[in-house]
């Protein structure tokens, strides 16, 4: 018995060791690591989020991932270390300031080198996205979306061989899509490049990737065919849509559960229904909106798993019956806007709840759709002008006319395509000057910034770039196409009490889309002698439009000629700005509401930045823009837009005839006497006239006023008496502003009206403004002067909005 107790007690000394390790460890953090996270919680400005990080808290108790108004932030440790970070701003947030390295940010995580997990998403991270990120070896999921990341995929993050994960959606990303990324990340299962600006075709080392489940590659600029897909064998979900892919439809491997293609250039007709029938597991495909012709396969509405399908947009052919059958699980089905004739199939007709069919615009007899259809003649006449034959009948033209016809489709392409990526070299060339004066210190990886040939400074100072990029279409619809039936419906088919005006080339109507928002339609006549590739080059133009300072482009259509397919009309459609012009808020005299100083000096504001925009947001830059303060038109918000400008497809198929109409974008009436200088120095001249009108509240309307004005603020500014100084200002002006932002402003405004000025826009620019880091006016704006105590608050703002421009 006495022999026994030894081993009793080695027994009760194994299961005690065994409850031991079934315990969580409560290890402290590290204390490295704990400094690590306190100096990303500084990198990052210290946001909201990580509010309740301090020294000696306990870092790895995490404050949950749920989304609060001011973002999220979890923290996960095994054992002493940290293996998830995860913070997440709130949808909005701005980019960080000016001082942040985004190359510190990241040499400072790879201090935590167990790192498994970091998502870092909606921080207002901005710089290139760093090489540096391979120093992170054990990282199995990295999500970044939703920053102002910029330049490409660099080749240091091949290090990251245990990848699974990679999401960078919603930044702006661009160049070429790697292609070692399917070489290097063999482990990679989610690759996620949602709207950046990456261009190029897909590698086809993308289609071989064996781990592969989920491609996502939508809004980008991506064009070409896409890579065999056969050969990713996991793949489930592929979404490339909003891009300039194409022709050739994909080719797909068999478990493919979702697949989006919509908006592009693919073209031709679909697989064949036996080879559709391989496709047992797919539940959503959408191919609308693209070139896809010929029968549509009825095949597509009884694939056992099918619950989504869009064919909508295109020129699919064939005779629909009502024994076509249907799947089981099918939920929507959109058939609109094709040239499908014969009747909406019965299964489609006995609609179960929840589900949604769409015909419309086709040739279909019956269905809820029925007044919506056309004619079948129509269909079989715009079945011809595509090339499509219907049974029984030749075609007139021969193949030769068809490859034809594909090889200028194919050069317009390939055209749009190097003029897009020579705009953004020359883009990123073009702000190297203005970036090296106030660029900041900032790390970047040497791999990074030398593989794309970027000096470190451009790339720091691409913040500023970024910002407008981004942030200067903030709320504007995005661009598209649009039917003519969406427009026939926005007008009431073109109904005259919708017409705002009109002349030999053609009509501007008000309108209201489908989805509420309202519109004007601009129809212009397109000439014989204006070839596809011209056009195709000008709408490139017109797409690129868009700032919240201008009236922007929401879209285009085209009517073609059912002889010849060639396009005979165009429609613009742009936004409807329906509170006014500036000067109707403005001027002596008028009638309604006036703008406050505060007011004023924002509109112009707002003026000079669209200006900038049209000057050297886009290239080639779009000068001599005909700016009227008429033209200038004030939304709801009391934000100024540009409502006339020189849009080249315009100018080249009319005069200047029209004035500006109320929400529209096109050619406005000019002076008696055109200015005196040229080019972008006209805008910048223009720009005067605005600010003096804006200043004295006087109705200007010939050059001789402007010269006369320009005499009397100048003979006000020379004296030291501030009461003939305030004389000068309409009297809205004089109640709201103090004497030296009054001054400020009148100065402005004479540099913009001085005929002796350097040739070059941008120097006229900075001597119109002056250089607002070094004058003392620049910085007392609204304090400091008298009347400083009854200048509104806001005009701090404004002044450092106006310090922005300058320095811009």
């Keep these: 018995m006495a022999r026994a107790r030894p081993s009793c007690f080695l027994l009760l000394i194994f299961f005690f060791s065994v409850f031991l390790s079934l315990v969580p460890e409560t290890t402290q953090l590290q204390s490295s690591q704990a400094w690590t996270l306190l100096k990303i919680q500084q990198l990052l400005n210290y946001p909201p989020m ?29 054992g002493d270390t940290v293996t998830q970070l995860h913070i997440a701003g709130p949808p909005g947030t701005p980019p960080l300031p000016n001082n942040f390295s985004i190359g510190a940010f990241v040499t400072t995580l790879s201090r935590l080198p167990d790192l498994k997990v970091l998502a870092l998403s909606r921080l207002g991270l901005w710089g290139p996205l760093p090489g540096k990120l391979g120093r992170l070896p054990a990282l199995e999921i990295l999500n970044m979306s939703g920053n102002y990341l910029f330049s490409g995929i660099p080749r240091g993050m091949s290090r990251l061989a245990a990848l699974q994960t990679l999401v960078l959606d919603d930044n702006l990303l661009g160049g070429a899509v790697p292609a070692w990324v399917g070489t290097q990340l063999p482990s990679l299962t989610l690759l996620s490049l949602r709207n950046n600006s990456f261009q190029g075709p897909v590698p086809p080392s993308i289609g071989a990737m064996p781990s592969l489940r989920s491609l996502a590659l939508a809004s980008n600029n991506l064009s070409g065919n896409l ?29 493919v559960v979702a697949v989006a293609l919509s908006r592009n250039r693919f ?30 396969p009825p095949a597509l509405l009884s694939l056992p798993a099918i619950r989504y399908l869009s064919v909508a947009g295109n020129r699919f052919t064939g005779l629909l019956s009502d024994a076509t059958p249907c799947g089981d699980n099918l939920r929507f089905v959109d058939l609109s806007v094709n040239l499908l004739t014969g009747t909406v199939p019965a299964c489609l007709e006995r609609k179960k709840p929840g589900t949604a069919v769409l015909v419309a615009e086709n040739c279909l007899d019956g269905g809820g759709d029925a007044a919506q259809q056309h004619s079948s003649p129509f269909c079989q006449n715009q079945a011809l002008a595509v090339g499509i034959v219907p049974p029984g009948k030749e075609r007139k033209s021969g193949a030769g006319q068809a490859g034809f016809v594909a090889g200028v489709v194919a050069a317009v392409a390939v055209a749009v395509l190097v003029v897009g990526f020579m705009v953004f070299l020359a883009v990123r060339k073009a702000s190297t000057k203005g970036a090296k004066e106030r660029a900041p210190a900032m790390l970047v990886d040497d791999n990074s910034s030398s593989s794309n040939g970027y000096p470190s400074k451009l790339l720091a100072d691409a913040r500023y770039i970024s910002q407008t990029v981004k942030l200067g279409a903030l709320g504007i619809p995005s661009y598209r196409s649009f039917s003519l039936v969406e427009l026939e419906a926005a007008t009431n088919n073109f109904e005259n009490s919708y017409l705002l005006g009109q002349d030999s080339h053609g009509e501007m109507y008000r309108g209201r889309l489908g989805n509420g928002i309202p519109v004007t339609i601009r129809t212009l006549k397109i000439k014989r002698s204006q070839t596809t590739q011209s056009l195709n080059r000008h709408i490139e133009t017109i797409s690129r439009l868009r700032h919240q300072h201008l009236v922007s482009a929401l879209g285009h259509c085209f009517e073609y000629d059912l002889d010849d397919s060639t396009v005979t009309q165009l429609y613009m459609v742009f936004e409807y700005v329906q509170n006014g012009n500036l000067r109707s808020r403005i001027s002596q005299g008028t009638e309604g509401c006036k703008l406050t100083w505060a007011q004023r000096i924002s509109a112009a504001i707002g003026v000079a930045k669209g200006i900038q925009f049209l000057h050297g947001g886009i290239i080639p830059g779009i000068y001599e823009n005909n700016l009227r303060i008429t033209n200038i038109l004030i939304d709801q918000n009391h934000v100024a837009k540009i409502g006339s400008y020189n849009i080249p497809i315009m100018a080249e198929a009319m005069k200047p005839e029209f004035d500006s109409w109320k929400g529209g974008a096109g050619a406005g009436t000019k002076f008696q006497t055109d200015s005196p200088v040229h080019s972008g120095n006209t805008d910048i001249f223009d720009f005067g006239v605005i600010l003096l009108e804006v200043v004295s509240g006087k109705t200007i309307t010939s050059l001789y006023e402007v010269e006369i004005l320009k005499e009397l603020m100048q003979w006000a500014m020379a004296d030291e008496d501030r009461v003939r100084r305030r004389s000068f200002a309409a009297p809205t002006v004089r109640k709201g502003c103090s004497d030296e932002s009054l001054r400020t402003v009148m100065e402005i405004c004479v540099r913009c009206l001085a005929k002796e000025e350097p040739a070059h826009s941008g120097r006229r620019w900075r001597t119109c403004f002056g250089t607002c880091s070094s004058p003392p006016r620049c910085r007392t704006i609204g304090k400091g002067t008298p009347g400083a105590a009854t200048a509104p608050r806001r005009l701090r703002r404004v002044k450092a909005e106006m310090q922005m421009s300058c320095a811009a």
């Design 50 to 78: 990580l509010s309740h990080w301090r020294r000696g808290a306990d870092f790895c108790a995490g404050a949950g991932s749920s989304l609060s108004p001011s973002g999220s932030a979890a923290v996960v440790c095994y």
């Design 227 to 255: 890579p065999d897909l056969t050969s990713a064998r996991s793949l489930q979900t592929i979404d490339v849509s909003n891009n300039a892919l194409g022709p050739a439809f994909p080719k797909l491997g068999r478990k």
């Design 267 to 296: 073209a031709g007709g679909l697989p064949a229904a036996a080879d559709l029938a391989d496709f047992y597991l797919l539940e959503r495909l959408d191919v609308s909106w693209n070139r896809f012709v010929g029968p549509f």
